[in-house]
């Protein structure tokens, strides 16, 4: 009888264990008492706390200036905190060293208001060149650039020049290229700024299905169609503070 009881107690608690560890959320960016200061005592952000898990879309959102991009610069260590720590995948980002930078950045891929696309090379050469810079082969860009292009809905335009792209696809080749490492996070800042309402959501919908496979995505946007239809967690700041954090926000603007 005793042996029996004690055969189940331990069942009952080693099964909840398992699953715990077989579900463990993981966390894949963390702000940990964050403030940022530009030189001239600008000061971005003050005493940012932020934790953002594997699999999940953030919007950022708040009016000009507000921080927005400070946070993901701080993310893809373009800046560096004043104080407090940012961590990307378990790892203090100031400790990483200058030449593990390229590598560290791998895992995150970065989309931007003003495409940044190199406009003598195709879309298919722009995807290729963030391969081509890392050594693959010529047989590997041969196969992982189409598949990609695909994804984003650009196949019959691989052979296109920026300038002949509209603004909505060349900003798909932009997201083919922040995906074409197979990143963990990708972080868009203000994609949508120079498109219009229909390209906007084209560029949205596609976050949303790269979200589905599991990518994470943090997005910085002003746009409130965009913020209300993602219906995802939103994190509102305000002179560099989060003034809100909700799971299914709504875009609210605080112009002041
Ligand atoms: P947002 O993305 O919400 O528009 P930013 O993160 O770009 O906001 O900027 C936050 C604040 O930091 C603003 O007051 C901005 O002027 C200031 N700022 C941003 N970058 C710099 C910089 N390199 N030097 C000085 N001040 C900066």
Do not use: W
Request: proline fraction near 4%; glycine fraction near 8%; hydrophobic fraction near 35%.
């Amino acid at each position: 009888m005793a042996i029996s009881q004690n055969k189940k107690k331990k069942t009952e608690e080693s099964e909840p264990k398992k699953k715990a560890g077989k579900n463990k959320i993981k966390a894949v960016v963390k702000f940990e008492n964050v403030s940022k200061v530009y030189p001239g005592d600008y000061v971005a952000l003050e005493n940012i706390n932020l934790t953002i898990n594997e699999g999940e879309f953030v919007s950022i959102v708040g009016a000009s200036g507000a921080g927005k991009s400070t946070i993901l610069k701080l993310i893809y260590a373009e800046e560096h905190p004043t104080e407090g720590i940012v961590y990307f995948n378990g790892k203090n980002i100031n400790e990483i060293k200058k030449r593990h930078l390229p590598y560290f950045r791998r895992d995150i891929g970065t989309v931007f208001q003003d495409f940044k696309l190199l406009p003598n090379k195709t879309a298919f050469e722009n995807v290729a060149y963030a391969l081509e810079v890392v050594g693959k082969t010529n047989q590997e860009i041969e196969e992982e650039v189409p598949e990609i292009l695909d994804i984003v809905g650009l196949s019959n335009k691989m052979n296109k020049y920026p300038h002949q792209l509209s603004g909505g696809e060349q900003q798909k080749v932009c997201l083919a290229r922040a995906l074409i490492h197979g990143p963990l996070v990708v972080v868009a800042d203000e994609p949508t700024g120079n498109l219009d309402p229909n390209s906007s959501m084209e560029i949205i919908d596609l976050l949303i299905k790269i979200n589905e496979i599991g990518t994470t995505i943090i997005l910085a946007t002003h746009d409130k169609d965009i913020v209300n239809k993602i219906k995802k967690r939103v994190v509102t700041i305000q002179k560099g503070k989060i003034i809100k954090d909700e799971k299914e926000g709504k875009y609210m603007i605080y112009d002041y």
